[in-house]
């Protein structure tokens, strides 16, 4: 059975290429841009991709631009990949393997090695993205981080066939990033009421779960770094909703 990977782009020209290079022997490679200015749609061309345009307009997240573009493929199955995101050879075969097993599952999530202080992290840490699906049976919902809503059974493959991340941010990057994600997920969880305990317990669980539950120890002080700008993350974003619910009260 036929596979279509997407890949959604805004001026990714930096790891396009050597991404196309791990995907360009699946059935159709679709790639949705939003009107780069680089020459991300010129690498996209040059490998033979079917692109599609999602107009940038105000859009800040790709969440949108993904819910197009997995209904823009030709064929049943998707593989949702990121412009700095390698598949590697053994996930390929095991995805074309697994779709033609009778009691396969409409939604897979697939494992991903990331990047930290620049090496990968081989503790026992697991990030899990759900990755591939029948397109007729996904919907990715609108809102930063959000995760596709799949009809019918999803299940987690192996560790060992995984998505390759080559996104390695230096601190300065991360904080940025921090702050442009944080206040996006302010408007995300606007309904949701948080109160000092939550300040206290969500950082801190968030810390022992990155750090010991998640094996973070084993990468030495790169894992104790990255634990601790997990909790400062959940800081910096339940005090931006505190900010909004104190302004909203003072104005009334």
């Not at 841009?33 to 061309?45: C, G, H, K, N, V």
């Not at 995101?85 to 991903?112: F, M, N, S, W």
């Not at 998505?163 to 949701?192: G, I, P, S």
Request: glycine share 4%; net charge positive.
């Amino acid at each position: 059975m036929p596979i279509s990977v997407v890949i959604n782009t805004y001026n990714a020209e930096r790891h396009l290429a050597e991404v196309l290079e791990t995907v360009k022997d699946f059935d159709e490679v679709l790639v949705c841009d939003m009107e780069s200015t680089d020459s991300t749609r010129e690498i996209a061309l040059r490998y033979g991709c079917r692109i599609v345009t999602f107009e940038k307009k105000n859009y800040n997240i790709v969440e949108p631009a993904r819910e197009f573009a997995i209904h823009q493929v030709t064929h049943d199955w998707v593989l949702v990949v990121d412009a700095d995101e390698l598949v590697t050879p053994k996930l390929k075969e095991y995805l074309y393997q697994l779709i033609e097993k009778p009691d396969c599952p409409a939604g897979v999530y697939i494992p991903r090695l990331n990047k930290f202080m620049g090496v990968y992290d081989r503790s026992w840490s697991r990030d899990y993205q759900l990755r591939f699906f029948l397109h007729e049976k996904a919907v990715w919902p609108p809102f930063i981080h959000a995760v596709p809503q799949v009809s019918g059974k999803v299940e987690r493959i192996p560790y060992c066939f995984h998505l390759l991340h080559l996104a390695d941010e230096t601190m300065q990057q991360w904080v940025l990033k921090m702050n442009k994600y944080t206040d996006l997920e302010v408007e995300k969880k606007a309904r949701k009421k948080y109160g000092i305990g939550a300040m206290v317990w969500r950082p801190i669980w968030r810390f022992f779960r990155a750090y010991v539950l998640k094996g973070g120890f084993l990468m030495g002080k790169r894992g104790f770094i990255n634990a601790t700008l997990t909790a400062f993350y959940q800081v910096v974003l339940l005090s931006k909703i505190l900010e909004n619910d104190l302004r909203k009260d003072e104005r009334k």
